[in-house]
């Protein structure tokens, strides 16, 4: 392989097919999926992947018994082949809604849990002055929100950042906090019950966010903090929604943003039980990658969270 390639070289030789094959082969890791996944045969697949690794000097992929794994040159070159592929996805879309007389695209990355009031008045309001605007909103938890803006899959997100260190990589500015409440269904045994403590709750099921969500990691420090082991009966769910419809159809206690629960509180279709948890729950806010001048119709969307953020936190 040649070991001394200039960029002139990878723009020569490179193609958004050869990105597209490596993405694949990054999420099937293996040839005859990626290859199918592509639309092109196993043996173009093959001759592909050598001439993107002649083109580089160095391996992409190890070939072995678990089938194909990222050398570590790899893995920082498929991050590049990802965030390409993303921009040009946007690229396309916003020109195809040119060529269709509309406005441009805004892909939004968005913790469901976090005011989702504001959430949607902002974008109520965006698409009522912009109805041509291609407006995408995508995620649950704020890990995934964040791999969302690390991919460039998202113009912007409302989360949370969820590791010290990445504040290197993405701007934050804080918009709300947001009180927790421990619900259940409204024809729960322990409806109407005081006084309760977490004690008395790890013995039942319950439904709670990914490990690696800010709001579960808050959930297991308050465990650690009252000397309690984690409930052995456990739904992990990343979705909003999903978790309301096992709430309801369950004995299953959960602990979600007091937004996301306010209108099934009123509709009495859930209950609040009385204990206080999530206090130190860190606010939420916009986050954006560093040094990056975002579009006319991102910074208007920032403009109307900020508008819904501060008129939620007065009505408060």
């Keep these: 392989m040649n070991e001394n390639v200039s960029p002139l070289a990878l723009v020569n030789r490179l193609k958004f097919k050869h990105l597209a094959l490596l993405v694949a082969?990054?999420?099937?890791?293996?040839?005859?999926?990626?290859?199918?996944?592509?639309?092109?045969?196993?043996?173009?697949?093959?001759?592909?992947?050598?001439?993107?690794?002649?083109?580089?000097?160095?391996?992409?992929?190890?070939?072995?018994?678990?089938?194909?794994?990222?050398?570590?040159?790899?893995?920082?070159?498929?991050?590049?082949?990802?965030?390409?592929?993303?921009?040009l996805t946007r690229f396309a879309a916003d020109l195809d809604s040119?060529?269709?007389?509309?406005?441009?695209?805004?892909?939004?990355?968005?913790?469901?849990?976090?005011?989702?009031?504001?959430?949607?008045?902002?974008?109520?309001?965006?698409?009522s002055e912009r109805?041509?605007?291609?407006?995408?909103?995508?995620?649950?938890?704020?890990?995934?929100?964040?791999?969302?803006?690390?991919?460039?899959?998202?113009?912007?997100?409302?989360?949370?950042?969820?590791?010290?260190?990445?504040h290197n990589d993405f701007d934050f500015e804080p918009l709300a906090r947001e009180a927790m409440r421990l619900v259940v269904r409204a024809s729960h045994s322990l409806a109407g019950k005081a006084p309760l403590s977490l004690d008395s709750l790890i013995a039942w099921?319950?439904?709670?966010?990914?490990?690696?969500?800010?709001?579960?990691?808050?959930?297991e420090e308050e465990l650690a903090r009252a000397g309690l082991s984690s409930p052995s009966n456990v739904v992990e769910c990343a979705s909003i929604f999903a978790t309301l419809?096992?709430?309801?159809?369950?004995?299953?206690?959960?602990?979600?943003?007091?937004?996301?629960?306010?209108?099934y509180l009123r509709a009495h279709l859930l209950i609040e039980l009385p204990i206080e948890i999530g206090k130190s729950l860190s606010g939420f806010g916009l986050l954006r990658r560093k040094h990056e001048t975002l579009s006319e119709p991102a910074e208007y969307f920032i403009a109307l969270l900020r508008k819904y953020s501060a008129a939620s936190l007065t009505a408060g």
């Design 25 to 87: 082969l990054d999420d099937a890791r293996n040839l005859h999926q990626a290859a199918d996944a592509i639309n092109v045969a196993q043996p173009s697949a093959s001759r592909m992947l050598s001439d993107i690794e002649e083109a580089f000097g160095f391996l992409l992929f190890e070939r072995n018994a678990r089938g194909m794994q990222p050398t570590p040159l790899g893995t920082a070159t498929l991050a590049y082949a990802r965030r390409s592929l993303a921009d």
């Design 98 to 127: 040119k060529r269709r007389g509309g406005h441009g695209q805004l892909t939004v990355g968005a913790i469901m849990g976090a005011a989702p009031d504001v959430l949607a008045m902002a974008v109520t309001e965006l698409k």
């Design 131 to 166: 109805p041509l605007l291609n407006v995408r909103i995508l995620g649950e938890t704020s890990d995934q929100v964040v791999q969302l803006l690390h991919r460039r899959e998202v113009d912007l997100a409302l989360g949370r950042l969820t590791t010290p260190l990445q």
């Design 205 to 219: 099921p319950w439904v709670l966010q990914p490990i690696t969500s800010p709001a579960r990691g808050l959930f």
């Design 245 to 263: 419809q096992l709430l309801q159809n369950s004995d299953a206690v959960a602990m979600l943003p007091e937004s996301v629960v306010r209108d």
